[in-house]
């Protein structure tokens, strides 16, 4: 009997302990569902900036090309200026 009640209370233990980890692993989950909602918008926007990044550097190029162009035609310009005061 005394046996019986103590595996009566070992199995009650066990189960409150099981209940426990129950309701810790469903909010953890929970925690997981909202954490990768959060995430997922996350990605989208890096991977809007990775192309804002290209375009942006694409733009760069362009703008050092323009100003190189830009100081050949004012060098050319002087030349010509030059050329005709002479």
């Known amino acids: ?12 233990q066990k189960c409150t302990e099981l209940q426990f980890a129950e309701r810790e692993i469903s909010a953890l989950r929970c925690q997981v569902e ?24 694409e733009k760069k190029s362009s703008l050092k090309i323009y100003q190189e162009s830009q100081l050949e035609y004012v060098k050319i310009k002087e030349e010509i200026v030059n050329s005709d005061a002479v």
């Open 1 to 12: 009997m005394i046996d019986g009640d103590r595996l009566l209370t070992e199995y009650q």
């Open 34 to 57: 909202q954490m990768l909602q959060k995430i997922l918008p996350l990605e989208k926007c890096q991977e809007e900036l990775g192309s804002l990044k290209a375009e942006l550097e």
